[in-house]
């Protein structure tokens, strides 16, 4: 009975702290000790307009006391409306490293969510005229701020992290590869990329040859390990481009595992979301190889 008061009073207070930080009070997973907290970054966007917004970073923890590894999960473009989800949270699939003894730290990044979409720093231009720069620019340094913040936290080891990304968010986790962050030992690219569109282009990304200049750019100096993993389907990538980027990054010195998986639904790109049955025993040869064994 005391313990159930506890449980109900360390919810409320949870409840209350986001009401405070103007986050929406959510259903939190118990389960996977699930809490929500936001730290302000300042980006400039693709017009070099800068502008300080709010990273809502979404926090989950495995049982026990820990040191913990830390895991950062980004998530990819709304291909419509940005303002949903509120906050990103991808349970399901973070429930999968959450049972493998990661703390899960998944920003929603600024132009994206309940804090508004009107300064969009990963707008990147029209498809004839397209400039990523700006938006990996702005991503990284989000990401980044979000490194920082996890590594203070307490119950974690800030020496054993891995980045994970799905699309957009897969392009930026290279990104971050190439950075080599103090303490990331393994990063993992869902579908990555930018520039897609299904509808109107399907399988071929606007501007896909300066998206593999900046991938070159990136197997420049990136030294973390990788698993690229993509489909033959993929409606926003075709194998041609990723592929191709691939083989870029590696020429250029990354060092890169890339799995082109047969077609998935009727759109690969909708792996990560949807196909965790698929992509879990990869991940999990590569997370072992990397020194995180089953739990």
């Known amino acids: 009975m005391q313990m159930t008061m506890t449980i109900t009073r360390r919810l409320l207070w949870i409840c209350l702290a986001l009401l405070v930080s103007g986050v929406r009070a959510e259903e939190l997973r ?4 699930e809490s929500v907290s936001t730290i302000d970054v300042t980006v400039k966007d693709f017009y ?3 502008q ?3 990273v809502v970073i979404t926090q989950f923890l495995p049982d026990g006391d820990g040191p913990f590894p830390i895991l950062i999960l980004n998530h990819g473009r709304s291909p419509s409306d940005r303002g949903t989800p509120p906050r990103f949270r991808y349970t399901r699939q973070v429930a999968f490293f959450v049972k493998r003894g990661f703390a899960v730290f998944e920003p929603t990044r600024i132009g994206y969510g309940q804090f508004g979409t009107q300064f969009d720093p990963e707008y990147s231009g029209k498809c004839r005229q397209k400039d990523y720069a700006p938006m990996i620019d702005a991503a990284r340094t989000e990401e980044l701020a979000v490194l920082e913040y996890a590594r203070r936290q307490p119950h ?3 020496h054993r992290i891995v980045i994970v990304g799905q699309s957009v968010g897969g392009f930026v986790t290279t990104a971050m590869a190439a950075e080599n962050p ?3 030992v393994g990063a993992i690219n869902f579908a990555g990329g930018s520039g ?3 509808v109107e282009h399907p399988g071929v990304p606007c501007q896909g040859e300066r998206l593999e200049a900046m991938y070159s750019q990136f197997g420049k100096t990136a030294r973390v390990p990788m698993l690229w993993i993509y489909t033959e389907n993929d409606q926003y990538f075709s194998p041609a481009y ?3 980027w691939h083989d870029a990054f590696v020429r250029a010195g990354g060092n890169a595992d890339y799995r082109l998986l047969p077609p998935f639904e009727k759109n690969g790109h909708m792996l990560f979301a949807h196909g965790t049955d698929v992509w879990e025993p990869l991940v999990s040869e590569f997370l072992e190889r990397q020194g995180f064994p089953a739990r």
């Open 52 to 54: 300080t917004g709010k």
């Open 48 to 50: 070099g307009t800068e």
């Open 156 to 158: 974690v080891d800030p």
């Open 30 to 33: 118990s389960e996977l000790h």
């Open 242 to 244: 990723s592929s191709a």
């Open 196 to 198: 897609g569109d299904p």
């Open 182 to 184: 103090d303490g990331v």
